[in-house]
């Protein structure tokens, strides 16, 4: 059974930073794609970052490029998301989400198998 258990959520303020993490198991993790989205209340889910299964490449949204950082460690089953200089408006549910197509890359929700159940960003101006 393939669970992706995040955390590092919380409140903060604008411009400051915040790290998320993703746990994955169940899964051949290093074969796998990772992405992060969010959801805002009242607005669909919108893709954030995306990062290769060798972690060689990454894809953001325009919105936050230059301000978070995906990145992966193949030994400990994990995808991280640093978040800086953060706004009121990065205020959403994150979501981990797993590929398990070899050789995809993808920056929309349906190209993703596996989501976990999200953490809580809140970012007060």
């Known amino acids: 059974q393939v669970q992706l258990v995040e955390s590092g959520g919380g409140l903060v303020q604008a411009g400051g930073s915040l790290r998320l993490s993703c746990a994955a198991s169940g899964l051949t993790f290093r074969n796998s794609a990772m992405g992060w989205f969010r959801q805002a209340p009242g607005k669909e889910r919108e893709f954030v970052a995306a990062?290769?299964?060798?972690?060689?490449?990454?894809y953001y949204a325009d919105s936050v490029k230059g301000r978070f950082t995906i990145s992966r460690d193949n030994a400990k089953n994990t995808v991280d998301l640093q978040m800086t200089s953060l706004k009121p408006e990065d205020t959403a549910v994150y979501y981990c989400?797993?590929?398990?197509?070899?050789?995809?890359?993808?920056?929309?929700?349906?190209?993703?198998?596996?989501w976990g159940q999200g953490t809580q960003v809140t970012v007060s101006s």
């Open positions: 990062i290769s299964w060798s972690g060689s490449t990454t």
């Open positions: 989400a797993a590929d398990r197509h070899l050789g995809q890359l993808p920056r929309t929700s349906v190209g993703y198998d596996y």
